[in-house]
């Protein structure tokens, strides 16, 4: 290796460091709302729907059925109602304590 070799590489070092910082400044500066997508805005539409319709077919707009044959139904009204009991569902579900948890737990002065 020569000296050129060397101080080649010292110049080089630098100019390296200034492009990837510069790259990872830029790229943290840009807004990138996942929520703006269209795919976001398809996610908080059938949120709505959803908590509207209380997981009720009958209670879901004719524009609203459209976005959930179209979306999350996979283009079958049977697949849109299913999606929409199934969410309804998960929305609702409380998870219980295990057992033996603080809800369950006597307190130490009750009679035994």
């Known amino acids: 290796m020569t000296m050129f070799d060397l101080n080649k ?54 524009a609203d059925r459209e976005i959930l044959i179209k979306g ?7 697949g849109a109602k299913s999606f929409l009991q199934t969410a309804s569902a998960r929305q609702s579900f409380k998870p219980q304590p295990p057992p033996g948890g603080p809800a369950t737990q006597r307190p130490d002065d009750a009679p035994k």
């Open 9 to 62: 590489k010292r110049r080089l070092q630098p100019v390296l460091l200034l492009l990837i910082a510069s790259s990872l400044a830029t790229g943290c500066s840009q807004q990138n709302d996942a929520l703006s997508t269209p795919q976001g805005q398809a996610l908080l539409a059938t949120d709505r729907i959803v908590k509207q319709s209380g997981g009720d077919w009958n209670k879901v707009s004719p």
């Open 72 to 78: 999350p139904g996979g283009g079958s009204e049977q």
